[in-house]
């Protein structure tokens, strides 16, 4: 066993003889005063350092562990991706998930019920009609018309913002059927 003095194994370990002072009282093996076991100072400075780097850590997913900087550098991110977020609300560019859904299903249920009262609305034309061409060409106006009523509210729905999305229910629908 090669035993050192205090410069060297500072040199050894890039140390200040001080800072190699310090970390005997931290726990650093020391044989007598002012004499050191190289390897064994070497061994106990990298078990020293990994702890160190641990307690600086942040745990993560399946053992692995992010630095400090990594972990500045990712709520950075999710900041700025909330600041953008709430710019795109303040600037109507943003409509809350379950306003759609409750739009999309309105309009669902009202091209079912503008579809379904086509034929009751056409049977009474159609019973004293003789040609089948001629009723051909009433269905087809009338299914026209729906779905230009439905365009319309397509469109009006499409260029609303926020705040106007929940008050579109309120605008000309028919009444929202349950699906049978």
């Not at 190699?20 to 931290?26: A, G, H, P, T, Y």
């Not at 503008?114 to 001629?134: F, K, Q, T, Y």
């Not at 779905?147 to 499409?158: G, I, K, M, S, V």
Request: aromatic share 4%; with cysteine.
């Amino acid at each position: 066993m090669a035993f050192v003095n205090v410069a060297r194994i500072a040199q050894v370990l890039n140390l200040d003889p001080r800072r190699v002072q310090q970390l005997v009282k931290e726990g650093m093996p020391r044989h007598t005063r002012g004499r050191y076991e190289a390897l064994k100072c070497m061994a106990w400075y990298i078990r020293f350092l990994q702890k160190v780097i641990e307690k600086k850590a942040i745990p993560m997913d399946e053992g692995e562990y992010a630095s400090e900087r990594q972990e500045r550098v990712r709520k950075m991110r999710f900041d700025a991706d909330l600041k953008e977020i709430e710019l795109a609300r303040e600037r109507s560019q943003l409509v809350a998930i379950a306003d759609v859904e409750k739009e999309i299903t309105n309009l669902a249920l009202t091209v079912k019920a503008r579809i379904m009262a086509v034929a009751p609305r056409l049977a009474p034309d159609l019973l004293g009609e003789g040609s089948r061409v001629m009723a051909q060409a009433k269905i087809e106006k009338a299914l026209r018309e729906a779905l230009a009523q439905l365009a319309t509210e397509a469109d009006r729905l499409e260029n609303c913002t926020e705040g106007q999305v929940g008050t579109l229910s309120a605008r000309g629908r028919a009444a929202p059927r349950e699906w049978t």
